[in-house]
């Protein structure tokens, strides 16, 4: 067991745990932050995906040992109230079906915006392709980055 | 015989109308309502104006409190197709409620007190919309009758809107302040009620954002594995890769030596036939925390004994499984002659159609809490689609009555038929039994796809006789394909009649001689239902094979087939079928199997895809059209080439007759998630079995589609209609297959005879 700080939503936990355990479970099974979700464990999905300073990692497949001094950032503090372009693009155009992926596509797309505030739909495309969604929100998740990049 | 599978189970009345027996007539005091769990979720914190809350509760459905707070209990699970808020809103709008501060509460489940709340084909919506009217419009009933006594008028001059009665003169009164007057009111026969006129509603056949979109974005939803009990545990279990194996021994030496690891658990599985609610046989590992548990199980130590399916090949199966085809098989429908057709003709077209195992991986994987108490109870926290088996498999497994088992519903990250079977469910009671602690079993996306009920393979040969004349005057349909019932009796290997009448059976064209016969084909693994079940590979084939007759005759596909339903009719296959036609477990006289609706899209779709214009600019267009459970739907797909030489579909329009259309936006939703998913079948996914075991272990090597991959604009066309409404969380996905596999045979030149079609 090893010791760590981390910074997540810019408030510091220390934490006790093994230095192999992906990022994704100490935020769920430690801090108990349910809003990153597992769907594949590999790097393979996307619905883990949270910010690592400004850049979008899957959290299933980070070690905690990696993290260092990096801010995270996790759908919870993404915004205060849920007030993001982004957040409020998603409910505008009634992204979710069953809801599983959006928040690992949440974050992806506001990683996106941070680099790119203005990307063209394929470059959304390419910028998305790491996150599934097996019910097919595919359109409607592009329409909302569009409509958020508008307001970014 | 009706097989008994939960997606057709034929609907009982009876239990249809027990939904409305007020359980409680009288009103319910906070104080009686803390104990009784009638209206679980409820905050009770709030009081009332006169320092009480007091809470009216006409049916199961609605409570209003006299702070007018409205809820309406959503006794279906949600799995994404927004159910949770389609059938409260048309409480709602019966109601005459503020849709904006309903309170909607989950139900936990119970079945006698809700009566059917086994969300799967596509039946909520057929099922409860007038249940749900009648619901709401007797609380309404009750609140003007009140309010006008009050005011000493007619109830004739009130009407409820934004939670108040309100009068004619303009006077108004809110719900809430009614609650203590209801007191003493007689409560009206819910089956005599007048409902409101279609014209009046603000909610149903409108579009209505989902309830649960904020919580979605902001990452506040609960899915199964989000609820965190005090010393929870958590298990991973190694499951036998060959299904019917079992445990010979184990070593769990290395497992127990991992930091965390608390506990290492045999679980017996069935054997075969491994049931549609057994686990499979396994060892778990229960540890502190998921990652714990995880590399426990990797350092398992475990001796199987794979048993009779160890040496089971998908591939050699299907080359067996395509060539009984081409032999005679059980005729399951025949009409006039078949063989006097062929030997009358001008010309036959044969052609074989074959496709894969399909997995659902449903974005979350499996995942249950159990909480298995010292006195005899248990307490779940499930994604099920189907509560009360998930209840009763559980109890089963534990050796207890039902009615002590609690069965809480969370949200569903993706079910697809997945989620109806309560194996994981029972697994996390068995371990939370033995461990003594609330467990959560937690599925990788390896066990899923090891693991799950899939999409059976098929083989389908269809001939086809075209007279001298060039009409088509014979059909003969061969399919084969492992039967759902054999994951539960290993004797069931002919498709049964329920799985033919999805899509199979009901062939609805005028050919005068047609012969359906379905063959032999042992199941070596779990078979179950995935959206939409067998109408996947009998629209596949169906399809695929109209167009490609269309094309032999030289004529349009879409004139072809509206031209091959001759005269509008219902059609009731009498004196043809061998065996019963289940019509998704609907009287056909309540509804009917109609040629006139399925015209009725054809041409929908046909003008609003401009159709014509299309093929004389040389686009790559594919059409199908395909009824399923009982809804009524054509798509018109195009396809380019990307600069790659990949394939890109533009451009998909779609249209539909499912009756009134209750939430237009989450039906839009439905065909346009549906396109997707069908894409996945078409050009990535498959599952194949060498030496009983499954090859694909994860996203790489089970694919489905990603952004850039999926169909870009889908336009979906509601057919405007006063029928009976009728469900879309299925339907959207059998007319694209063949849709998109005939656009790409105009795009490329070669037909699709195999899915998944790898370009
Ligand atoms: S769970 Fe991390 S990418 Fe799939
Ligand atoms: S909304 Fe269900 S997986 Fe994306």
Redesign the pocket.
Known sequence: MEKYTLVVNGKKHQIETESDMPL?WVLRDILSMKGT?????????????VLLDDEAI????YPISEVGDQSITTIEGLSKDGNHPLQKAWVDHVVPQCGYCQT?QIMNAAALLKRNSNPSESEIESAMA?NICRCGTYNRIKEAIITASKSY | MMPKFPFLKTKDPENKSKVFVPSRRDFLKLSSLATGGFILGVNFQCSGPKGELITFAPNVFITIDSDNLVTIIAHRSEMGTGIRTSLPMIVADELGADWSKVKIVQAEGDEEKYGDQNTDGSYSVRMFYEPMRKAGATARHMLITAAAAKWGIAASECHTEDAQVVSSGGKKIKFGDLVEQLKTMEMPDPETVTLKDFSSYKLIGKDVAIYDAHDMAKGEAKFGADIDLPGMQIAVIRRCPVVGGKVKSFNDEKALAVPGVNRVVKIEGAGIPPGLDKPLEGVAVIADNTWAAMKGRDVLEIEWDLGENQNYSSAKQLEEMLKSTSGNGQVRRERGNFNTAQQASGQIIERTYVAPFYAHATMEPPAAIAHVHGDGTCEIWAPTQHPQWARQAVAQALEMDYQNVKMNITLLGGGFGRKSKPDFVVEAALLSKAAKAPVRVQWT?EDDLHHDFYHAQSAQRIRAVLDKNGNLSGWNHHTVFPAIGATANSAEIHPSDGELGLGCIDFPYEVPNIRIETHESKAHTRIGWLRSVSNIHHSFAINCMLDEIAEAKGVDPVDFVFNLLAEDKDLDFAGELKGDFGNYGEPLDKFPWNTRRLRGVIEKVAQEANWKKALTDGKSVGFAVHKSFLTYVACIVQVEKGSNGQIIIPEVHYAVDCGIGVNTDRIRSQFEGGAQFATSLVMTSAITFENGRVQQNN?DGYQVIRMPQSPKKIHVHIVDSMEKPTGVGEPPVPPFIPALCNAIYKLTGERIYQLPFKS
């Open positions: 994704l979700k597992f769907g594949c464990g590999q790097a393979l999905c996307g619905s883990c995906t899957r959290s299933c497949a690992g790491g | 996306r996203f």
